[in-house]
């Protein structure tokens, strides 16, 4: 099992930055493959904001680019995601996600599987 806890929101006026964090622990985060932040708006659908793979290719939705840096530190099994110039329009709750890809891993044999984080809250203000 692998457990996800973000950390790193709050508020912030438009303009500002945050960073958020997401922790993995567990005996299978060596099976992890690609992390992303998924972000939920009150009364929204949950989107894709950032990816990136275990070889450290990132990729943005559109309206994040240029903006928001997604990074990852394998040694210390940790995203981030680095949110410059915010806006209203980013106020969400922003979820981690881990996949697990089947195979061995060492001496251990991984299964797919997805993780989520439990979120951490994004206000932007006026």
């Known amino acids: 099992q692998v457990q996800l806890v973000e950390s790193g929101g709050g508020l912030v006026q438009a303009g500002g930055s945050l960073n958020l964090s997401c922790e993995a622990s567990?005996?299978?985060?060596?099976?992890?493959?690609?992390m992303a932040w998924y972000r939920q708006a009150p009364g929204k659908e949950r989107e894709l904001v950032a990816k990136?793979?275990?070889?450290?290719?990132?990729n943005y939705v559109d309206s994040v680019k240029g903006r928001f840096t997604i990074s990852r530190d394998s040694a210390k099994n940790t995203l981030y995601l680095r949110m410059n110039s915010l806006k209203i329009d980013d106020t969400a709750d922003y979820y981690c996600?881990?996949?697990?890809?089947?195979?061995?891993?060492?001496?251990?044999?991984?299964?797919?599987?997805?993780?989520w984080g439990q979120g951490a809250q994004v206000t932007v203000s006026s």
């Open positions: 996600n881990a996949d697990t890809v089947p195979g061995w891993r060492g001496t251990y044999f991984c299964i797919t599987k997805t993780y």
């Open positions: 567990g005996d299978t985060t060596v099976c992890i493959s690609g």
């Open positions: 990136i793979t275990d070889a450290g290719n990132a």
